[in-house]
């Protein structure tokens, strides 16, 4: 299991998403919406078909569904990489479908995404893959320093940190791109079949990150194929079927 560590437990608290949690015993804010969505792709795939969803702050939520129902396409929408055909996406009251330049970026510096097919970048490090963001995002090289210890802790590579990602396992690549989602302790994060290519070990451990994360105040959604782990945690899931969500 990997260091707990209180510095990431922290940075996320200052986030203020977890001080209004405990405020409120069970918070009830909204974080994610999704009113009658439609999404249509070019070629006239239909993804998702007037599909509505509600997420509360603080909550961890399963998607699952079978290959090609739409899951990915959920979390593209949520961050803005996909628009709407029709109906509308709101995340932290804003629809995003408004934002455009700064205000998008300022959304998606508040969301943390963990990509189906990692996205590392070959040619860096896991360090420089984890910090690469915080460095875009103007972040002081004593503060990129301040977090990419315990985060790396928090995912259990601090020993890997001079590695290339092709010097990793699949369960350790997946970790770094955990680690690169979370390292800017957002309020929200994405996880896109973040257990799909690792072992039961491996994806039960990835799943406890998660758990922890949200544990300090962090709104989780996860989509995933895999029932046994979702069945073994004792978390809302939210169903992909036909292009529409059901809560089961
Ligand atoms: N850019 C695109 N252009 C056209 N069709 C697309 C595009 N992206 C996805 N699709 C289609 O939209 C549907 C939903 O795809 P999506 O990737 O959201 O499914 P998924 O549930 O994430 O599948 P998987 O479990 O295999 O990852 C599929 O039929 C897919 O072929
Ligand atoms: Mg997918």
């Given at each position: 299991m990997p260091v707990l560590t209180t510095q990431v437990k922290k940075d996320f608290s200052v986030r203020g998403e977890d001080s209004e949690t405990q405020q409120h015993g069970s918070n009830t804010t909204t974080k994610v919406q999704l009113q009658s969505v439609t999404k249509t792709y070019a070629n006239g795939t239909h993804a998702l078909l007037n599909a509505n969803l509600e997420v509360k702050k603080g909550e961890f939520l399963f998607i699952t569904g079978p290959s090609g129902s739409g899951k990915s396409t959920l979390l593209k929408l949520l961050y803005g990489q996909e628009l709407p055909t029709q109906g509308e996406v709101i995340v932290d009251e804003c629809n995003v479908a408004d934002l455009r330049g700064d205000r998008l970026s300022l959304l998606r510096r508040r969301i943390g995404i963990v990509f189906q097919d990692y996205k590392?970048?070959?040619?860096?490090t896991v360090a420089e893959n984890v910090t690469f963001v915080l460095q875009a995002q103007g972040y002081t090289r004593k503060e990129i320093q301040r977090r990419l210890e315990p985060t790396l802790k928090l995912v259990g590579l601090l020993s890997k940190?001079?590695?290339?990602?092709?010097?990793?396992s699949g369960g350790e690549q997946q970790r770094v791109s955990i680690a690169r989602a979370i390292v800017g302790t957002p309020p929200l994060l994405l996880a896109d079949e973040p257990t799909g290519n690792l072992d039961p070990d491996n994806s039960w451990q990835v799943i406890q990150i998660l758990q922890k994360l949200n544990s300090f105040g962090a709104t989780v959604i996860v989509t995933t194929h895999d029932e046994q782990l979702v069945r073994r945690c004792n978390n809302p899931i939210v169903q992909v079927c036909n292009g529409s969500l059901s809560r089961k």
């Open positions: 590392l970048i070959t040619q860096r940190a001079d590695c290339f990602p092709d010097q990793l």
